[in-house]
């Protein structure tokens, strides 16, 4: 790139001059390229330690004057290829004239400004362009990395570290690149090369250790192997950021959605040192990740910072220390100690915020007043007037709510009866109106409103709980700017009323502000979502009846509806989770406590906030939470963890308590309690209670022999989980009635359990589970795809004969050529490439240009420049579906059949490739091509109509001519079973049909012409080559005489065996049929032309001249062949002038693929040649070298002479 000039005293210090003129230098730097000697690896071993070679270029170009000792600096370049178009540019543009100047000041003034206005114009257009950039130094590492890596320009670094790589028991000191894809590794210490590059997907374990042989190392673990990092200067930062991107690449391979950049980020107030955009992008996205998890906000908001603060807290007249965080629609207050006092904020429910006086009890205050009359203060704000300035702003953007006071609902007619339109609009009754009675209340509600009141003990202590919850209202407040403190704490786990568990559930959750924010959109859903039919509602009608069906509340249609509308809405909402099992039974007991808009934004909250991935195809979030559970019960239980594991019991049980949060495997009144707890702690209850499960039976399952046994013994405690304090009456548990047995285990108080399970296992922290759910969500993801990988060889083990270890490889590359199009930039979305909703072998797919670099690889058939248009028609073949994208099963499919079909089946691919549809439209849609089409789809077109014709009318049988009294039921009969015959008929005729070599089609002269020359191309690098050359000229020949005899027969039998003959069609004149007898002597002519097109010597000679044209560097074509615009200057053309193209092409000519077959097999090297079997391992392990050469090289481009030892 152009540089500002600057001075250079040395000129030859570290640095070898490649060229010179009078007034320029290029030079490359030592210890880059070849030679160089002990002081070359010095500089270049000391380049890489200290990062010299980050800020220096390996190229420059100085500007020279004869009378001065001081140079100039004008440009520099990272490959040689940069820095020779830039040397290009001053040679042809001011070399000639700067040479006519008599001052050498002048021409050194004239060059520096001429430089200064080439990058005064460059920068111009950058700012047109308004993108922010990185600093200059991350830049050159960029570029650096590029470079060492062969990377392209989409492909960016994240952040770079110096350290070492333990290569054996040797540390290898270099640099660490982190780019979004790709952990790439660069060291070079006195002529020894290190490069490694690992892509992020790959990753199967990530783990930061300190042992005696690796103090303080990050060991990055893939399937194959480990590589150990160590000695960085910050450790964890580098951990942190390496976590980060690992679960990009997780989450790429499970959503198949590449990683986007954050525009929205605001700008830095000032360039960053050392910090890359893409680097301040994930720590933003880190800090919005815990805020949001926090206070269960949506995932739409981002946190615009956060202040150390105090909140004064009315209810405990004190000041509490904590942080103040502000995001675009809520202010939240946590404290420091840890559920001390917790507060949300939604902007839309602020009235003022203000600067309150300032004292030395309370400096530097800010009042805060909502609209339902609570004020908040904060208090010791370091910069507390830009704080007010940024709420003031943000609360100007914030859309009036008043009319979000308003019932949603109200909105939910005229909404959905805007989407009907005509008379249909006034008749059409919506799905989901005010009306429904589970629009108002929940389903249990619904069900005791006549019941009378019970006053019991029981009823008497419910009442007491509503009053405690009461009482805690007056004094923390209610609604979504309620104060949550420990008091809030011992509230739920004592447990929540049913009178209020509904909306406590829609506080604690964040559901209530998604609902106040999207007034109207539940209703809107289900009118869009009902009628409609998918995989999703067959699966959720199939489910309806067995969710709770113990509960009189699912026993009739008001249940059935209401849970239908909330399922099928969601499933419209998130088609890519859709519908999952255990959503039924959760969503069953959202509905029992909450109207139904209610249970539908809780369950939204449950699967995307809450248990997140829990519900998708694969279940993955539970697969995740079964790995920490079974990591938390060796940590907390090693003695039952390892007879657990001799048994395989843990991964079995666990499952479904996670799924369906105890709900399936305890009794109701004793599971909605956990509910309760999860919905205000989080997922760690559901852990916490597991482990104190598993404690309470730790003997016994310690004597347990075999799985069945645990099992039996785990089920029987959890159906025997009582709640004593339940008003209602007790629902039975079906599974409690068939296992109890004549001799029930005593009742255990869920009270009890849920007291034990904080005493025992209360130290367990949300960040410590999250750090465990990213370890082991590498795992489970990982061994997800190595499952679908076994799968797919599995299936195509029948469909290929390929071994499983050269599929299993096959697949490995070509789901690698699927990843790196969705994060490398491709013609299709992500989206349109993988459909988790399809088989294993048909998720992946790839473009053409990925099926050549594949093909060209792979290929068996080498045909030199002629291997793209090969490539090409194959892939148009192979994609029966005509989407532009190819599956691993069609793939496979053409692969197999051309390294391990007969020669019959490699012939037919050969034959196929050279019509349509694997010829290019262009070709397909010639003249001739159209002429064939039309005239074949006449008789096809005539013989449908023929059978409809023939279905419509009874078929009258030598019976009914004799008689025609018969008995009208006796024809009736008659009538169906032909009616019944036809359809099978029809229906064989649409099965498909094994495909035969009589059904292909016939090959015209010019697609003839076309497979020669591909024939030829394939044997220029074999060792038979001229004995195969003559071959094929040998069979070209006679095909030629073939097709020319067959041309004159259906000439000679008239126009009824010439509509026969597909390729007859279009007839010529007179004089082009007198021209046609005299170019029967000209097809060997013809051949020899495609030799030509080919760029080979003609076989076709006599056997004495052959030998002399085969080393003569001239190719003998006739004149009245083809013409050809590939002739070379070394043709020598005997005859006339040449003749377009169409002038020689007979339409009336054609062969059969039987016929090629027949000459083929008179050959022997060609029937050698197609029966040889080629070696697959060979050309994969070519591949794989080469695409490990392709990331280890530092050359970027055909200038450069630099090698590296690899």
């Not at 880059?32 to 380049?47: C, E, I, K, M, Q």
């Not at 001390?340 to 205050?365: G, H, M, T, Y």
């Not at 994969?1180 to 090289?1193: D, G, I, L, S, Y």
Request: one cysteine or more; a negative charge.
């Amino acid at each position: 790139m152009w540089i500002q000039p600057e001075e250079v005293l040395l000129a030859g210090a570290l640095w070898v001059s490649e060229r010179a003129n009078p007034f320029f230098i290029l030079q490359r730097r030592k210890g880059h390229g070849r030679g160089g000697g002990l002081s070359g690896l010095l500089v270049g071993t000391l380049d890489v330690v200290l990062d010299s070679s980050a800020r220096v270029a390996p190229y420059r170009i100085l500007l020279q004057t004869a009378d001065s000792q001081i140079y100039w600096n004008v440009a520099c370049g990272s490959s040689r290829k940069e820095i020779t178009e830039h040397w290009d540019w001053l040679e042809s543009n001011l070399l000639q004239t700067i040479s006519i100047f008599d001052n050498d000041e002048d021409v050194t003034t004239f060059v520096k400004g001429k430089i200064s206005g080439i990058i005064a114009e460059e920068n111009r257009l950058k700012q047109g362009e308004e993108q922010e950039e990185d600093c200059g130094k991350f830049q050159e590492a960029e570029l650096k990395m590029r470079r060492l890596f062969a990377m392209p320009e989409e492909e960016k670094l994240v952040n770079y570290y110096s350290c070492s790589y333990w290569k054996g028991r040797v540390p290898r000191q270099g640099w660490l690149y982190l780019s979004v894809n790709h952990l790439c590794f660069y060291s070079f210490l006195l002529g020894k090369e290190v490069t490694l590059v690992v892509q992020w997907t790959e990753v199967t374990q990530l783990e930061k250790n300190a042992n005696l042989v690796f103090p303080e190392s990050v060991r990055v673990s893939t399937r194959h192997t480990e590589h150990f990092f160590s000695m960085f200067l910050n450790i964890n930062d580098t951990f942190k950021l390496m976590e980060q991107l690992a679960n990009i690449a997780m989450r790429q391979l499970l959503d198949n959605e590449a990683f986007a950049a954050d525009l929205t980020l605001p700008k830095p107030c000032k360039t960053l040192k050392n910090v890359s955009i893409l680097k301040r992008d994930l720590d933003a996205r880190a800090k919005n990740e815990r805020y949001r998890t926090m206070f269960r906000l949506t995932q739409d908001e981002r946190l615009d910072g956060h202040t150390d603060c105090t909140l004064w807290t009315p209810f405990a007249k004190m000041h509490v220390v904590g942080q103040l965080f502000i995001s675009n629609n809520y202010i939240c207050f946590n404290s420091r100690e840890e559920g001390l006092c917790q507060l949300i904020i939604p902007l839309r429910e602020v009235s003022i915020a203000e600067k309150a006086d300032s004292s030395s009890v309370l400096p530097c205050p800010v009042s805060i007043s909502t609209k339902n009359k609570m004020n908040f203060l904060f208090a010791n704000l370091k910069d507390r007037d830009f704080l007010v300035q940024r709420i003031s702003d943000f609360l100007q953007r914030t859309p009036d709510s008043s009319r979000g006071d308003t019932s949603p609902l109200c909105l939910v007619g005229p909404s959905a009866s805007s989407m009907s339109s005509g008379s249909e609009a006034v008749h059409e009754t919506p799905h989901y109106h005010p009306g429904l009675s589970t629009a108002s209340q929940g389903l249990l509600q619904l069900y005791h409103q006549d019941a009378r009141e019970d006053l019991g003990p029981k009823a008497m202590r419910e009442k007491m709980k509503e009053e405690a919850w009461n009482i805690h209202f007056s004094e923390f407040g209610r609604g979504v700017c309620m104060y949550r403190t420990s008091r809030t704490r011992e509230l739920v786990l004592n447990g929540i009323p049913e009178s209020l568990r509904g909306e406590l559930w829609l506080l604690f959750s964040g559901a209530q502000n998604e609902m106040a924010t999207h007034s109207g959109y539940y209703g809107d859903l289900v009118e869009q979502a009902m009628g409609l039919c998918s995989l999703a509602t067959e699966e959720i009608e199939r489910d309806l009846h067995r969710s709770m069906p113990e509960h009189r509340a699912f026993q009739n249609e008001t249940g059935i509806a209401a849970l239908r509308r909330v399922l099928t809405a969601y499933a419209h909402r998130n088609p890519g989770i859709g519908y999952c099992q255990a959503m039924n039974i959760v969503t069953s007991v959202l509905l029992l406590y909450c109207p139904e808009e209610e249970a539908f934004w809780l369950l939204v909250a449950l699967c995307e906030r809450m248990l997140p991935d829990y519900y998708n195809t694969r279940v993955v979030g539970a697969l995740v939470d079964q790995g920490v559970f079974e990591e938390l019960t060796r940590a907390f239980l090693p003695l039952l963890y390892e007879h657990m594991q001799e048994l395989g019991v843990i991964s079995t049980i666990s499952l479904s308590w996670f799924l369906t949060l105890f709900l399936s495997v305890m009794p109701f009144d004793s599971a909605v309690l956990l509910v309760d707890c999860f919905f205000y702690e989080g997922i760690k209850v559901t852990f916490q209670v597991a482990l104190a499960v598993l404690y309470d039976n730790m003997d016994a399952l310690l004597s347990c022999s075999d799985e069945g046994e645990a099992m039996t013994i785990l089920g029987r405690y959890l159906d025997n989980v009582v709640n004593k304090q339940t008003v209602a009456p007790p629902i039975p548990h079906l599974h409690a009635l068939l296992t109890s047995g004549d001799d029930p285990p005593p009742e255990v108080d869920i009270f009890d359990l849920i007291k034990s399970s904080y005493e025992k296992f209360g130290s367990l922290h949300s960040d410590v589970i999250e750090q465990m759910r990213f370890k082991q969500r590498l795992k489970v993801i990982q061994s997800l795809e190595d499952t679908a990988k076994r799968s797919v060889v599995r299936a195509m083990m029948t469909e290929s004969a390929f071994s499983i270890e050269e599929l299993e490889e096959l697949y490995c590359l070509f789901k690698s050529k699927h990843m790196t199009s969705c994060y490398w930039g491709s013609s299709s979305s992500a989206a349109e490439r993988h459909d988790p909703s399809l088989p294993y072998l048909e998720q992946y797919r790839i473009d053409p240009a990925q099926f050549t670099q594949l093909f060209t690889a792979l290929g068996p058939w080498v045909c030199g420049g002629h291997t793209s248009t090969l490539s090409t028609r194959l892939f148009r073949l192979l994609d029966q579906n005509k989407d532009g994208l190819v599956n691993f099963k069609e793939f496979i499919t053409g692969l197999s059949g051309m390294y391990h079909g007969d020669m019959t089946e490699k012939l037919k691919l050969l034959y196929k490739l050279h019509l349509p549809p694997a010829l290019c439209p262009e070709v397909a849609e010639s003249a001739l091509e159209a002429t064939h089409f039309f005239t074949e789809e006449e008789p096809q077109e005539s013989s449908l109509l023929c059978d409809v014709e023939m279905l419509g009318q009874p078929e009258v049988t030598p019976g009914e001519g004799k008689d025609g009294g018969r008995d009208s039921e006796e024809k009736k009969e008659e009538k169906v079973k032909d009616y019944r015959y036809y359809l099978r008929m029809w229906a064989t005729e649409k099965e498909p049909k094994a495909e035969t070599i009589k059904d292909l089609p016939r090959m015209n002269q010019e697609q003839f012409i076309d497979l020669c020359k591909t024939l030829y191309n394939m044997f220029s690098e074999e060792p038979l080559e001229q004995e195969l050359y003559h071959s094929i000229a040998t069979v070209a020949s006679l095909l030629l005489r073939i097709g020319e005899v067959g041309k004159r027969f259906n000439n000679n039998n008239g126009g009824g065996r010439k509509a026969d003959n597909p390729a007859a069609q279009g007839l010529p004149t007179e004089p082009q049929r007198e021209e046609a007898h005299g170019e029967g002597g000209l097809r060997e002519s013809q051949v020899c032309l495609a030799l030509a097109d080919a760029q080979l010597e003609p076989a076709t000679l006599d056997e004495e001249s052959k030998d002399d044209v085969s080393l003569s560097s001239y190719s003998v074509v006739s004149s009245g062949s083809l013409p050809c615009d590939d002739i070379t200057d070394n043709t020598l053309l005997i005859g006339g002038g040449r003749r377009r193209r169409g002038s020689v092409l007979d339409v009336d000519w054609s062969i059969t693929f039987e016929q090629v077959l027949a000459s083929l097999l008179t050959e022997p090297p060609l029937v050698d040649y197609f029966e040889k079997k080629r070696d697959f391992k060979n050309k994969m392990a070519a591949c794989k070298a080469q695409r490990a050469v392709e990331r280890q090289t530092s050359s970027t481009s055909d200038h450069e002479l630099t090698q590296h030892s690899i």
